[in-house]
């Protein structure tokens, strides 16, 4: 069946680090793979969308990769501030106007 | 930034009864959603709907729900006779094309419980 994963329910870094959080999937082939920001009790909020053929993208302090052959997703925020404390969740498009989530990943930066 | 607005934010409903969540998607976009997030778990496709017409639902999408372009601006989800289990926050949304490229905006939510 098909699944994706992400990392840990939680992540709790120091503010300044960098955050890695991983998004992995099996049994899609996505044509795209999105990066939401959800916070508590509001709707999720698009950050980045990265194609299949593309490697990484960045903006501002974000940055995406993905890697079609290992079917993983890396989401990273550098400089991570307090403000970044949210749970972000991955979703897959596979061109069906119908996008898959994750069960997302909770991030709190300690000031 | 031009948004998605949803009412009622939050409605308390006896089970049985129909209800009508609200949706004013944004106003250049041609492709609308709802999605769905029962408390604590994954966000949930619910329907997409283009020209007038739905053009992908999933198996959560069954005979108790419809969605409805009623006016120009107005989106609507109605379920027909609501369970306890409908009891989750319903996410309407919009993008210019398909969601394939394009980013897909979400609103804040109509929070429906069934009592």
């Known amino acids: 069946s098909q699944k994706i994963e992400q990392n840990s329910e939680a992540l709790n870094i120091q503010e300044g680090k960098t955050a890695t959080l991983t998004c992995n999937y099996t049994n899609y082939s996505p044509a795209y793979l999105q990066w939401y920001r959800q916070d508590p009790g509001r709707g999720p909020v698009f950050l980045l969308l990265?194609?299949?053929?593309?490697k990484e993208k960045r903006k501002e302090r974000l940055k995406v990769t993905f890697d079609t052959t290992l079917k993983q997703s890396l989401f990273h925020i550098t400089a991570s501030q307090p403000a970044d404390s949210a749970t972000y969740l991955c979703?897959?498009?596979?061109?069906?106007?119908?996008?898959?989530f994750g069960s997302g990943t909770r991030l709190q930066v300690q000031p | 930034e031009p948004e998605v607005t949803q009412t009622p934010s939050h409605q308390v409903t006896q089970m049985g009864q129909e209800v009508i969540l609200r949706c004013v998607p944004i106003s250049n976009h041609l492709y609308f959603y709802w999605y769905r997030q029962i408390l604590g778990q994954k966000v949930e496709f619910l329907v997409s709907?283009?020209?007038?017409?739905?053009?992908?639902k999933s198996e959560i999408f069954d005979d108790q729900f419809s969605v409805e372009r009623p006016d120009g601006s107005n989106f609507t989800l109605k379920i027909r006779s609501t369970k306890l289990e409908d009891s989750a926050m319903y996410f309407c949304?919009?993008?210019?094309?398909?969601?394939?490229?394009?980013?897909?905006?979400f609103g804040e939510g109509s929070w429906l419980t069934v009592v």
């Open positions: 990265i194609r299949e053929n593309e």
């Open positions: 709907f283009y020209n007038n017409e739905i053009s992908e």
């Open positions: 949304a919009s993008s210019e094309e398909t969601t394939a490229g394009n980013t897909i905006y």
């Open positions: 979703a897959l498009d596979t061109g069906r106007r119908a996008l898959t």
